[in-house]
């Protein structure tokens, strides 16, 4: 099972439509769930930071294998990123991924993850960079499974 973690709820109708039509293609490889935090509003950063992550441990299990998107991560190309979740995926049935908030991730949370991923130097905005990590998760799946892909 594949949980993501969430700062944050998608607001977009067109942004809802994609992310229902990627939950779609990955049930086919595993089951997906999503699950939101409601973003803190406090003009002190730590703090917010802090109750989030209260937050987020209250979903993550023992034996989560934990994934967080992190800007100061390790960026992968999609061949590499692909062998990195399919030696992942082999090896642990609970993977949890936490996708932070506009102010980031809390260091606990950070120093508990077994993996910190970054996609990209690049800021995206919050709600469509989701989209595109189930587009990258199903892009994996497609490739472990020597599927092709329609670009």
């Keep these: 099972m594949i949980k993501v973690i969430v700062v944050g709820t998608l607001k977009e109708d067109y942004l809802k439509l994609a992310q229902r039509e990627y939950l779609k293609r990955l049930s086919k490889y595993n089951k997906v769930e999503i699950i939101e935090i409601k ?66 991730l809390d260091e606990s949370i950070k120093n508990i993850s077994k993996l910190r991923l970054s996609f990209s130097k690049l800021t995206f905005p919050h709600n469509l960079f989701r989209i595109i990590f189930l587009e990258q998760i199903y892009r994996t799946y497609k490739i472990i499974n020597n599927e092709t892909y329609d670009k």
């Design 39 to 104: 973003e803190k509003s406090i003009f002190n950063k730590e703090e917010e930071l802090k109750k989030e992550a209260i937050e987020i441990n209250n979903h993550i299990n023992k034996n989560d294998y934990i994934i967080c998107l992190d800007l100061d991560g390790i960026e992968y190309n999609t061949n590499d990123l692909t062998n990195k979740l399919k030696n992942i995926f082999d090896y642990n049935s609970n993977i949890c991924f936490i996708i932070g908030g506009s102010v980031g």
